[in-house]
T-cell receptor, first 109, second 116 residues
Framework: GQQLNQSPQSMFIQEGEDVSMNCTSS?????WLWYKQDPGEGPVLLIA?????ELTSNGRLTAQFGITRKDSFLNISASIPSDVGIYFC?????????FGKGTMLLVSP | EAQVTQNPRYLITVTGKKLTVTCSQN?????MSWYRQDPGLGLRQIYY???????DKGDVPEGYKVSRKEKRNFPLILESPSPNQTSLYFC???????????????FGDGTRLSIL
């Protein structure tokens, strides 16, 4: 299957800080997705990107679809304790979804 | 409430003893899928189904079977489980057509399997 390189693997930050994580691929994809997984639960879709260069916001979250269609980043502004979790990028093929290995985010109050 | 329900949530069993993890969704979704999540590897797709009686292999199908006899259910079957199938499993569903076009995948809460 496809390989996605997601970084960083983990982050430990103070409440109020901004966070940035990214995902790259050696192949071109037409849909990039960002999911969050809270402890003990399944992933939940945060943002979906369908157009190269697209910048989309969802509250304090902002994600961009790279112009080359081989990368995407997710920013979280003014982090709060409930932002703790694992964040996954994912790319969509015709009928399958491939996930990155995840970025674990820990936020200290 | 729209949801994907998996059972059991936790299971400890022994090598070779057949088991089935059930998945049911109440949203009339056409697309359903199974993933396994392992530390450092993220989620990897095992099998998926575009509709009733239509199933296909994902990235890691070896050792698993699925069936889709009715729209709401998509059970995952381990005919002869082995320790390397110890993992956290997620079922997901989404509306039909292109599964990800403006239609998010809804995930269940997971099933943690331990094969001794």
């Amino acid at each position: 299957g496809q390989q996605l390189n997601q970084s960083p693997q983990s982050m430990f930050i103070q409440e109020g800080e901004d966070v940035s994580m990214n995902c790259t691929s050696s192949s071109i994809f037409n849909t990039w997705l960002w999911y969050k997984q809270d402890p003990g639960e399944g992933p939940v879709l945060l943002i979906a990107l369908y157009k190269a260069g697209e910048l989309t916001s969802n509250g304090r979250l902002t994600a961009q679809f790279g112009i080359t269609r081989k990368d995407s980043f997710l920013n979280i502004s003014a982090s709060i304790p409930s932002d703790v979790g694992i964040y996954f990028c994912a790319v969509s093929g015709y009928s399958t979804l491939t996930f990155g290995k995840g970025t674990m985010l820990l936020v200290s109050p | 409430e729209a949801q994907v329900t998996q059972n059991p949530r936790y299971l400890i069993t022994v090598t070779g003893k057949k088991l089935t993890v059930t998945c049911s969704q109440n949203m009339n979704h056409e697309y359903m899928s199974w993933y396994r999540q392992d530390p450092g590897l993220g989620l990897r797709q095992i099998y998926y189904s575009m509709n009733v009686e239509v199933t296909d292999k994902g990235d890691v199908p070896e050792g698993y079977k699925v069936s889709r006899k009715e729209k709401r259910n998509f059970p995952l079957i381990l005919e002869s489980p082995s320790p390397n199938q110890t993992s956290l499993y997620f079922c997901a569903s989404s509306l039909g057509g292109h599964p990800f076009s403006n239609q998010p995948q809804h995930f269940g809460d997971g099933t943690r399997l331990s094969i001794l």
